[in-house]
């Protein structure tokens, strides 16, 4: 099946840092890629919509100048936080959308990466 | 606005138990897929299946069988003779807009031997 690899799988950074997280579809080309943030204990919320070529799209609430996404190729997409702080730390999930030869597209995960923000 | 929600927060039974995880979405489209996870401790996040409005046949793989039923806006997982593999939170999500899934608040099932 198809394969979502992100990088780091784990980081600790200080506060005040810019941390980049990496997504990459290993195996298929993804037009879309979503970023989810999941709090311990909690369930996964979407951030935002990475579109390859275009800017993404934000979830109410989330700040664009604080998770700033890139997607600049088919098969990579970009989460940076910018100023960490240790609000931040949170395990961020990303996704690849694999756009279906029949009707329905199907939405490949990443493994995560924890983000520790001293 | 669509919702979804998992109102069995913890769930521990023994094995070979069998154990239902409740899910009740709501959604004012026609169109729309409903799914489940499965997250383990490493965190990563495991496609169960995946639904769609049009589909309301029951589907059973295994050990695991799905109930969706329009009339109550459910889609409910239940997992026959327990294992303690299965031991995990279980996420029930919604789409209507292309791939972006809402997720319920995740249940933790937690298999006893």
């Known amino acids: 099946g198809a394969v979502v690899s992100q990088h780091p799988s784990r980081v600790i950074c200080k506060s005040g840092t810019s941390v980049k997280i990496e997504c990459r579809s290993l195996?298929?080309?993804?037009?879309?890629m979503f970023w989810y943030r999941q709090f311990p204990k909690k369930s996964l919320m979407l951030m935002a919509t990475s579109n390859e070529g275009s800017k993404a799209t934000y979830e109410q609430g989330v700040e664009k100048d604080k998770f700033l996404i890139n997607h600049a190729s088919l098969t990579l997409s970009t989460l940076t936080v910018t100023s960490a702080h240790p609000e931040d730390s949170s395990f961020y999930i990303c996704s690849a959308l694999l756009a279906g030869r029949t009707s329905t597209d199907t939405q490949y995960f990443g493994p995560g990466t924890r983000l520790t923000v001293l | 606005a669509q919702k979804v929600t998992q109102a069995q927060t913890e769930i521990s039974v023994v094995e070979k138990e069998d154990v239902t995880l409740d899910c009740v979405y709501e959604t004012r489209d026609t169109t729309y897929y409903l799914f489940w996870y499965k997250q383990p401790p490493s965190g990563e996040l495991v496609f169960l299946i995946r639904?769609?409005?049009?589909?309301?046949q029951n589907e059973i793989s295994g050990r695991y069988s799905w109930n969706f039923q329009k009339s109550t806006s459910s889609f409910n997982f239940t997992i026959t003779a327990s294992q303690v593999v299965d031991s995990a939170v279980y996420f029930c999500a919604l789409s209507e807009v292309r791939g972006k899934l809402i997720f319920g608040q995740g249940t933790t099932l937690q298999v006893k031997p």
């Open positions: 195996d298929f080309q993804a037009t879309t």
């Open positions: 639904r769609n409005s049009f589909d309301e």
